[in-house]
């Protein structure tokens, strides 16, 4: 290790070492009986704006009457609001000058002091030791005055041996937090910069004779596990025992030389499915350590990753640790309850990016069952901007930071039966460091293999792992396809590295209203064995809880607080929202990957089991019959338990079928008895089947007697004035006008990558600024005719935007047929249009009129949003929302709220109907959607927050012949072709009554 320099009186802020003084080496996270002292709770604290400040606030007299109190654990820069200074958000970007290792001398430095009593007995302890779980970035520390050391490495554990600094009674702990230091150079993950002391920090009293550390890895084979020990003490401990209760183990070693692996005997696997625990201890005469062992095996075979013998599929997402109001604070409580959530949503496996978790994150995914791969604290993307020059991973004055970084990650989390993999870090370039770590791992724990995404060639890494693949590639990945080129990959390196299991660490970016596709995924998956799953980027936005200048609350993110660079709202990318509420994406996934797939036959349903490891004996499985929505039979089904891999074929109970309705048949699979995450009868897996009986749509009328027409006309429930709808059920309304704009989704605004022999979008160039240029945001309407005919009314109409030669014909005709009112849309767009629309639809304007439109009662597609390529989640059936329910609160403002394939809708007020519309499919069987919301798509487009769309009681109902696909192009593949929606004539047509 390099001796300290000092920057501005601050060791190391320049500095890549990775710590100097009393730090000790690393070791578990482990749970032992030996005495501690919590130091959480109020500091006292004091910010300064630069690193250049005296060090006299670490004496032992100092008076700090005059400082603030702050919490510890917190981030500074989310206390006093706005006090201590503000978060910054980039994905890449430094937020100082690339000058590695320096960083300004405008760094803010957070001064932290407490008091605590040494607790009686302490004293005759061996050592005392002072544990910080998580600062950043770098920090110096110290005790009665006198400097023990200091650390980097903002997600790791450090600490420091103080047994020389403290005394009895009284004693004062002083910490230092710089927020830039060289550490920050390898530490630009996606995400916010918050500095401060931010985990837990405790006293540990190390008894003579304990036990630094025990690792007790695991085997399991053919029904019987084994336990390879490794205890690290001195000879005073020894005698240590070791004890495993429930398997009748008691093994007591009498010196370090007879520690040696032992027979488990007969046990049951752990597995993210079935995540069976055993309790055990090792104790000296003075210390006893508690550890839940699992027994399991981790291996590639080929290009198979295995657990247990048997192929795993990754069902994942990328997990930050973030709270709105927290930050990174970990609050066991809300953590528990966001794995209970993944778990009921069929995520099986968690990718701690870009750095160690909480410790007791792990204890919980062990627990719950989660298969984890975990990463440490690294990332250098911001070396990007200057083509990777000076990037710490290929120098070698950066190796010991490297290797310590990864020694820290592995050595505290060894014993975790959930971890199947070690992750070196993320998008940090390549080179001789990562190298080197990834052989100091390989050294260290040869049964678990060694993940980096950045190493595409495979020149040390076992698995082969990719972002943001397309379909196409990922397909000709799981292929031999050895004539396929690789990303940056030789011929050679791509036949190398299509030996190894493939996983997508990074794919589906879900920033909004998206991602689509996912189905297309996971069909790969299981007809690709190489192929073994992925991890969504990401599962939580990020938001920041802030307010409005007027006190209304918001999530914040990237800009929001003043920073000199940022990402924007690019930290808004879960499939959870900030405030915890899933989004449709969610439910979306948890259809793709739901672990029972239904296939129906003539009478019969086939049932797959597609999970690693466990049977179906924890389901029960049920069906019901819906006609037009309306429940008529159901029942339970009779299924054996299907072993893990294997599929039955049960015969269905007659299905009645209406004549005059649809019908459609339901299955599902829910859980038979409560588990630790979920109640009885949840939903684990469900399908549809449509068995109605083909009835054809009205036929559309002819008609040969139309003359021009001027004035008022009134058909039916419609008044119209000049040829336009002024009232429609006894309420003003206007329409319908072409609407072929959406405000954009994040992935309409991204610019990452056209789909392979697609014209569905353009290398470089968002959706959003064609649509933006071609004005189909501002679309304006001139008038062609009026035309009347007995008991009907038609309007042709040019659609057309300022300074564009392109147009859309539409005409609108109105007829009373079989006593009711019917509209007939046909648009027909003119040559010339070189992109993908987001929409073609027609809108209604729904003013207050002391009454408004607050609902929708609906039978179609739901029960949530849905888009072309996003259909997984929804179902066929009868369902009710308040207008606010209809529209996701995305961090920003976005298409939102489309229910696909409507048959019938009703609109209500106060509870009551107030217009029925009832669609009739177009010539091709295709169905419209419908949204309903307060504000136009403008208005929704030129909003950056939530706060910012103006308070409204009108009603803008939206009915559309199609929409555009999602894709994940903020970050990933546009729209695949199929669902990408190019300018063509479409047909909308409805029939109209009152409610």
């Known amino acids: 290790m390099s001796s300290p320099r000092t920057t501005h009186g601050s060791p190391h802020v320049a500095d890549p070492a990775p710590g100097y003084g009393a730090l000790r080496p690393a070791r578990s996270w482990l749970h032992s009986d030996a005495p501690s002292l919590s130091l959480n709770g109020p500091w006292r604290f004091r910010l300064s704006p630069t690193a250049a400040v005296a060090e006299d606030f670490a004496a032992d007299a100092f008076d700090d009457g005059g400082w603030d109190t702050l919490p510890v654990p917190s981030h500074w820069v989310l206390q006093g609001d706005g006090a201590y ?4 958000y980039t994905n890449v970007q430094y937020p100082f000058p690339i000058d590695p290792p320096h960083v ?8 932290h002091r407490r008091h605590f009593a040494l607790p009686d007995g302490w004293t005759d302890a061996e050592r005392i030791v002072l544990r910080f779980d998580g600062v950043e970035s770098l920090y110096r520390v110290w005790v009665n005055g006198r400097e023990v050391g200091g650390a980097t490495g903002s997600r790791l554990a450090h600490e420091f041996d103080v ?31 918050l500095p401060g002391v931010f985990r837990d920090v405790t006293l540990h009293a190390r008894p003579a004779g304990g036990i630094e550390d025990v690792w007790l890895r695991t085997g399991y084979q053919d029904g019987h596990g084994r336990i390879d020990p490794e205890v690290t003490a001195g000879p005073a401990a020894f005698p240590v025992t070791l004890r495993v209760p429930e398997l009748g183990i008691e093994q ?35 210390e006893t350590v508690t550890l839940r062992i699992g027994f399991r095996t981790v291996e590639i075979r080929g290009d198979r990753f295995l657990v247990n013998g048997r192929r795993v599929v990754f069902h994942g997402m990328n997990r930050h640790e973030t709270h709105p109001e927290r930050g990174r604070v970990f609050d066991e409580e809300h953590a528990r309850a966001d794995l209970e959530r993944m778990k009921r949503f069929n995520v099986n496996a968690i990718r701690t990016s870009h750095y160690p978790p909480h410790p007791r994150l792990l204890d919980l995914a062990d627990e719950l069952g989660f298969w984890v791969v975990l990463e440490c604290d690294l990332e250098t993307h911001g070396f990007d901007a200057v083509g990777w020059t000076g990037n710490p991973s290929d120098d070698p004055a950066w190796r010991d930071a490297y290797l310590d970084r990864i020694r820290r990650t592995v050595e505290r989390d060894k014993n975790h039966p959930s971890i199947v993999m070690w992750s070196l870090g993320n998008e940090a370039g390549t080179g001789t460091n990562l190298a080197a770590m990834s052989a100091w791992v390989h050294a260290r724990d040869g049964g678990r293999p060694v993940h980096y995404e950045g190493d595409h060639t495979g020149a040390y890494t076992d698995v082969y792992s990719r972002m943001y693949s397309s379909v196409p590639e990922t397909e000709q990945i799981g292929t031999d396809g050895s004539r396929a080129p690789l990303l940056n990959c030789t011929p050679a390196q791509g036949a190398h590295q299509r030996t190894k299991p493939f996983v997508l660490c990074e794919y589906a970016h879900a920033m909004g209203n998206g991602p689509g596709a996912l189905d297309q995924y996971e069909a790969l998956v299981h007809a690709h064995p190489r192929l073994h799953g992925g991890f969504v980027w990401e599962w939580r936005d990020h938001g920041i809880a802030t307010a409005a200048s007027d006190g209304t609350p918001y999530f914040g993110y990237g800009g929001d607080f ?14 959870l929202l900030s405030d915890d509420v899933p989004t449709p994406s969610l439910y979306e996934f948890k259809a793709v990957v739901q672990p029972v797939r239904f296939s129906f036959g003539a009478g019969t349903v086939e049932i797959a089991n597609l999970r690693h490891s466990a049977d179906t004996s924890d389901l029960r499985f049920r069906w019901r019959v819906e006609h037009d929505g309306v429940q008529v039979a159901g029942g339970g089904l009779e299924v054996p338990a299907v072993p893990a891999g294997e599929s039955v074929t049960v015969p269905l109970p007659a299905v009645p079928v209406a004549g005059d309705a649809e019908t459609w048949l339901t299955v599902e699979a829910v859980l038979a008895a409560a588990t630790a995450w979920a109640e009885a009868g949840h939903e684990v897996a469900t399908a549809q089947q449509d068995r109605s009986v083909p009835r054809p749509a009205p036929t559309a009328r002819t008609r040969g007697d139309w003359r021009p027409a001027e004035g008022t006309l009134t058909l039916g429930i419609a008044e119209f004035a000049a040829g336009s709808l002024v009232r429609l059920a006894g309420r003003p309304v206007t329409g319908p006008a072409l609407e072929l704009f959406r405000a954009p989704t994040d992935n309409d605004e991204g610019t990452s990558g056209a789909v ?5 979008s353009v290398a470089g160039i968002s959706n959003a600024a064609l649509w933006r240029r071609d004005g189909l945001d501002r679309l304006t309407t001139r008038r062609i005719s009026v035309e009347c005919a007995d008991g009907a009314l038609r309007t042709v109409d040019r659609v057309s935007a300022a300074n564009s030669g392109l147009w859309v014909t539409v005409e609108s005709t109105w007829s009373l047929e079989d006593g009711e009112l019917e509209l007939r849309v046909e648009t027909a767009p003119s040559r010339g249009w070189s992109t993908v629309w987001p929409r073609i639809g027609v809108r209604f304007e729904l003013p207050d009129a002391g009454a408004p439109v607050d609902g929708a009662e609906w039978f179609g597609a739901g029960p949530l949003e849905s888009y072309p390529d996003s259909m997984a989640a929804a179902r066929v059936g009868r369902f009710a929302a308040g207008v606010g329910e209809l529209s996701v609160d995305y961090a920003r403002p976005q298409e939102t709220g489309h229910r696909s394939q409507v048959r019938e809708l009703t609109l209500t007020s106060a509870g ?14 295709r169905r419209p959607g419908f949204s309903l919301g307060r504000h136009t798509p403008q208005q929704i487009a030129g909003a950056a927050h939530p706060f910012e769309l103006p308070v409204s009681a009108a009603g803008h109902l939206i009915i559309d012949a199609a929409q555009h696909g999602l894709g994940s192009r903020a970050c990933g593949p546009d729209v695949w072709p199929p669902f990408a929606l190019r300018p063509e004539a479409r047909t909308i047509r409805l029939r109209l009554r009152a409610g």
């Open 163 to 193: 047994t020389e600094a403290v005394r009895p009674g009284d004693n004062v702990v002083a910490v230092r937090v710089h927020q830039w230091s060289a550490a920050s150079y390898v530490e630009d993950q996606d995400q916010w910069w």
């Open 85 to 88: 200074g503000r978060p910054i």
């Open 562 to 575: 003043g920073e000199v660079v940022h990402d924007g709202n690019f930290v808004m990318d879960g499939m």
């Open 252 to 286: 007591v070693w009498s010196s370090p030389a007879d520690v040696a692996p032992l027979a488990a005997g007969a046990v049951l696997p752990w597995t993210a499915e079935e995540p069976r625990l055993y309790e055990a201890t090792v104790a000296s005469a003075t």
């Open 912 to 925: 009551t109907g107030v217009l029925r519309v009832t669609a009739c499919p177009d010539g091709r069987g």
């Open 756 to 760: 392979e022999e697609s014209d569905a």
């Open 104 to 111: 300004p001398d405008e760094n803010p430095t957070g001064d």
